[in-house]
């Protein structure tokens, strides 16, 4: 698609075509959604929180806070696969109340 839309910007260029047909259309992006930060206080209360709902997940909340690690980082995952087996299916525990542990099927 490359060479056939270069050839025709080619004779656009030449004035042999008044526009290049292959030329994908120019989309216009719409406006990113404004970002809101948790101040100080909030993410103190949501740590407060999550220690005493899931202290597992709120230690990997304080580690995501305070580094700045996104989830796929903190959980392992290298960009390989679609699929990341250490974030949602491990063989531990959720939290220390649960007795069962997680499961998940196999990738496809």
Not at 47 to 59: E, K, M, S
Request: aromatic share 4%.
């Amino acid at each position: 698609m490359a060479t056939l839309s270069s050839a025709l910007s080619d004779a656009v260029t030449g004035e042999r075509l008044a526009r290049n047909p292959a030329k994908p259309p120019l989309i216009s992006r719409p406006a990113p959604a404004k970002r809101h930060l948790w101040t100080e206080e909030q993410a103190a209360r949501f740590l407060r929180f999550t220690h005493v709902t899931d202290p597992l997940y709120a230690d990997l909340a304080e580690l995501m806070i305070g580094t700045g690690m996104r989830t796929g980082e903190v959980s392992g995952c290298d960009g390989t696969t679609s699929t990341c087996p250490s974030a949602p299916c491990s063989s531990a525990p959720r939290s220390p109340r649960s007795t069962t542990t997680s499961s998940c099927s196999p990738p496809p």
